[in-house]
């Protein structure tokens, strides 16, 4: 027998087809997989035996059992951490790249959870995204390849605060992208809901469907680099995100035809040319930039982040193209200066 879990549905799932509401949640990787799935028996909705085709409506609980359980071990494990605070309640640290924050079934350890518990302690960290171990001290994430700011929780009335804070919007988080093209404008707003793909399972993209979520981003362009022959230029731009949906600026961006440079998913309206990747082997996203209140002492606290070696050095190969920083960017350039640089850099691997 796998592992049981349990989904209530809430008011976006109402009318949705079985198979494409397990999917969409992220309960199963795929409609077949959720479709197979529902066969097999091993999805019951509201305690009833399930069709793949029915409706659902919201508040139905969802019981559905996984074949294999998503995690190998929760065992502690000693992978350096770039801390740049904490006390009995928070820490701030700086992720680096190809650190996954929770185990998951294509990554069973090696992930941020297994260095916070080995740092730690696991009954050290907060346990608020349900009853499984495996997002211990998780508050929000970072994509498994973008580097940079984040939060973990080590206690529960902490863990609370944070997420209701970074859904309530309170939570100031900033990033540093670099994009394909000159963006016209030094300041806008992206407002355009998000979900899965229609076309595919493992993607994320801007649709006007009833399942899909509000997003918003707001930019400031930094600074502009001219084109050149295998490209159409590049853009510094600041991202400062309003919700937290998944891959949200990778996706908005692109859906504003600004692709992230060396974004390996979202690239249709990018250059197809290796060489107008800057030598990147992974999206050019950095959360740069944090503030917040504490949740317990209620201090207010901002954190900036240097950016990584790999992402500095794509930027430093365009300076003889730039087209000079704007007020924004002297600002940011001017907080970075002043900022620690990474001190934890590269791939984890176990």
């Known amino acids: 027998m796998g592992v049981q879990r349990c989904y209530v549905t809430v008011a976006t799932d109402e009318g949705k087809r079985l198979d494409s509401l397990l999917a969409d949640a992220g309960l199963y990787p795929s409609r077949s997989a959720a479709a197979k799935a529902v066969e097999k028996g091993l999805v019951l909705v509201a305690g009833q035996p399930a069709n793949k085709k029915q409706q659902v409506s919201a508040g139905q609980p969802i019981v559905y059992e996984l074949e294999e359980a998503p995690v190998a071990s929760l065992e502690g494990q000693d992978i350096d951490l770039d801390i740049r605070f904490e006390d009995d309640d928070l820490i701030v640290l700086s992720k680096q790249v190809g650190l996954v924050c929770h185990p998951s079934g294509d990554h069973l350890d090696g992930t941020l959870v297994n260095a916070l518990i080995h740092h730690c302690g696991i009954e050290n960290l907060c346990k608020v995204q349900g009853e499984e ?23 529960n009335e902490a863990g609370y605060i944070l997420m209701d804070d970074i859904r309530a919007r309170v939570v100031d988080r900033h990033y540093l992208c670099l994009v394909h093209g000159i963006v016209a404008h030094d300041s806008g707003m992206i407002d355009a809901p998000i979900t899965r793909s229609n076309h595919d399972r493992k993607r994320m993209a801007v649709r006007d469907v009833p399942q899909a979520r509000n997003a918003v981003t707001t930019f400031r362009v930094l ?18 995100l309003f919700t937290g949906r998944t891959h949200q600026i990778r996706v908005h961006m692109e859906y504003a035809k600004h692709p992230l440079v060396g974004e390996p998913v979202y690239t249709m309206n990018g250059p197809k040319a290796a060489n107008a990747q800057l030598g990147l082997e992974r999206q ?53 200066a002043e900022s620690p640089v990474p001190c934890v ?3 984890v691997s176990f």
Not at 136 to 154: E, F
Not at 224 to 237: E, H, M, N, S, Y
Not at 307 to 329: E, F, I, K, V, Y
């Open 223 to 240: 600074e502009r680099f001219d084109a050149g022959p295998r490209d159409d230029g590049f853009t510094l731009v600041d991202c400062k």
């Open 284 to 336: 050019f996203l950095h959360s740069y930039k944090l503030g917040l209140d504490h949740p317990i002492t209620q201090e207010h606290m901002e954190f900036a982040d240097n950016l990584p070696s790999d992402l500095q050095a794509a930027l430093d190969s365009l300076a003889d193209r730039s087209r000079g920083r704007t007020p924004a960017g002297d600002e940011v350039f001017a907080l970075l």
């Open 345 to 347: 850099e590269g791939t």
């Open 133 to 155: 171990d495996d997002r211990r001290g998780i508050v929000h994430r970072l994509d498994m390849n973008t580097s940079g700011l984040m939060l973990a929780a080590k206690s």
